[in-house]
């Protein structure tokens, strides 16, 4: 056998690796995307916060491994919305 003849039998296995390969990162950037949204509306009302973090996410995941969900985790607030009322409950 031949290197050509090689690398035609082994082409379809490449593409159809690379295709599951591409679909699995787009499925996991739009789900992280998704999560990361869905997070920071639970941890503040600030409409410009929730669009910052969800950008932030957005621009950076894809470009990049995981830099945006990390600054994501570094720059969130700490408590939730229901986490803040119940403390409130708490003190009064």
């Not at 669009?51 to 932030?56: A, D, F, K, N, S």
Request: aromatic share 14%; no cysteine; proline share 5%.
């Amino acid at each position: 056998m031949d290197l050509e003849n090689i690398l035609n039998t082994v082409q379809p296995f490449l593409v159809l690796f690379v295709a599951l390969l591409a679909a699995f990162l787009t499925a996991t950037w739009i789900s992280v995307v998704i999560w990361v949204f869905r997070d920071i509306r639970s941890r503040t009302r600030d409409v410009f916060a929730q669009v910052l973090g969800t950008l932030m996410v957005l621009i950076f995941f894809p470009l990049f491994p995981l830099p945006g969900l990390m600054l994501y985790f570094i720059l969130r607030p700490r408590e939730t919305l229901a986490e803040v009322y119940e403390r409130q409950l708490e003190e009064e």
